[in-house]
């Protein structure tokens, strides 16, 4: 199961495209409201939760995933009972796959330390040890999945895909969605 949870001001973007290519690709993923059975993100989207925080069993097969967006990283970071699902995802052997602004939490809880990984421009400073490379859309370092913003979220979600599903499958939903990736330009 992918778990995708939402926090009010989330960046809609960077739940809802991996959510809609994650289940393309016929993976089960469940939204997870922080607080409430439907969800405002940063742009007033209101998004209807599959599941709540209480109601998330993680196992090792499992992926958590963190969008971004200020507030919804903000309403992350000041939840004490979302702060412990994401340590315990990483204590169980979960993926961890953040995006965004979402980087941060990881690096704040330690779990980033002398990692590879990748943040919002001009939030390096928030990465403590992390090895940033800002030059990458999207960082895999052992279990842990990181991208740099809502333009990048299509290469984040195909990329969650290959590793949960396979190449095929990944390139199968790139083809299906018509989407060149971020290494093609247009002429």
């Known amino acids: 199961m992918v778990y995708i949870l939402l926090a009010e001001g989330f960046e809609e973007a960077e739940a809802m495209i991996p959510a809609d290519l994650l289940r393309r690709a016929g993976l089960p993923v ?15 989207i209101a998004v209807a939760a599959d599941l709540t925080l209480e109601q998330v069993v993680l196992s ?12 919804g990283v903000e309403s992350m970071q000041m939840d004490l009972f979302a702060l412990a699902l994401i340590q315990k995802a990483h204590t169980v052997g979960c993926y961890l796959a953040a995006i965004c602004a979402a980087p941060t939490l990881l690096a704040h809880l330690g779990l980033l330390d002398r990692r590879s990984a990748v943040c919002y421009p001009g939030m390096e400073g928030e990465m ?32 969650l895909i290959e590793i949960l599903a396979g190449a095929e499958k990944a390139k199968e939903v790139q083809h299906a969605i018509h989407y060149r990736g971020t290494e093609e330009t247009t002429a």
């Open 128 to 159: 403590g040890s992390a090895v940033v490379r800002p030059e990458c859309p999207v960082v895999v370092d052992g279990r842990i999945i990181t991208a740099r913003s809502a333009g990048c979220a299509f290469d984040f979600a195909l990329k």
């Open 60 to 71: 090792s097969q499992d992926m958590l995933l963190l969008p971004g967006g200020k507030g």
């Open 30 to 44: 469940s939204l997870v409201g922080l607080n409430a059975a439907t969800v405002a993100g940063g742009h007033g």
